[in-house]
């Protein structure tokens, strides 16, 4: 199997997309990219740096303020796995709380910041064996990737999936708010006018709702097959 292609994993919040892309990266020898820690990178960034008022609206000033930013992926030794830098800090843990998770939405539906990082994303991706993931991979980033999955679960399904995700980072907040959060986020990724969450025509469908990561593995694996074989 020498052909390297690219896979786009899109979907909603929490539905594992990540665990199944990692996965298959690592059995692949594929790069990994999260595209939703660099939303949430510069979201962070904002926060930081006072960009947000207290009604959530984000400041024009970000917009000139871009080039200052500058995210990278560095493999951590202890975890094997690659964590987010802002400005040359590691805020993998920041960049997950409810508080960035709050944001994230309003920050990633500017467009400015959208051509930035889809760029950056296009640059990263541009050898081919790549597995990224994210809202807008297979319709935007890699209109032409060779393997496109849209993945969905229901929201009680993935409130809690990502709750039990919060609880394990002690991270103080209620299932009820997370649900909260995942509905706000659904909304917004998929009514924003700037490249909303949709399913590419092409894509296949993958609802994980009731399947173990083992299986939703073996799933892909074999779409990767019969394209690659
Ligand atoms: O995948 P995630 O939940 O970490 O993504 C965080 C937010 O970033 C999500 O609410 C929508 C946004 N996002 C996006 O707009 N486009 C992407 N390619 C990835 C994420």
């Given at each position: 199997m020498n052909r390297k292609i690219t896979i786009a994993i899109d979907g909603y919040s929490s539905t594992g997309k990540s665990t199944i892309a990692k996965a298959i990266a690592r059995r692949l020898r594929y790069i990994y990219v999260d595209t939703g820690a660099m939303y949430r990178a510069v979201t962070l960034f904002c926060i930081q740096n006072g960009l947000?008022?207290?009604?959530?609206q984000i400041s024009d000033r970000l917009k000139s303020m871009l080039p200052a930013i500058n995210i990278e992926f560095r493999r951590s030794n202890s975890t094997d796995t690659a964590e987010t830098f802002l400005n040359s800090v590691n805020v993998e843990k920041e960049i997950r709380s409810m508080e960035t998770s709050s944001h994230v939405s309003a920050v990633s539906a500017i467009p400015e910041v959208r051509k930035m990082l889809v760029g950056q994303q296009q640059l990263m991706g541009r050898h081919g064996g790549i597995v990224m993931d994210g809202?807008?991979?297979?319709?935007?980033?890699?209109?032409?990737?060779?393997l496109k999955i849209f993945m969905t679960a229901s929201p009680e399904i993935r409130a809690l999936r990502r709750f039990t995700e919060l609880q394990a980072r002690n991270e103080n907040v209620t299932l009820e708010e997370v649900r909260k959060n995942i509905e706000e986020r659904d909304f917004s990724d998929t009514h924003r006018?700037?490249?909303?969450?949709k399913q590419a025509e092409d894509a296949l469908v993958l609802d994980?709702?009731?399947?173990?990561p083992e299986e939703q593995l073996e799933w892909l694996y074999e779409k990767v097959m019969e394209i690659c074989e």
């Open positions: 947000i008022d207290p009604s959530g809202r807008d991979i297979g319709t935007v980033v890699f209109p032409d990737a060779e006018d700037t490249s909303p969450l994980n709702s009731s399947m173990t």
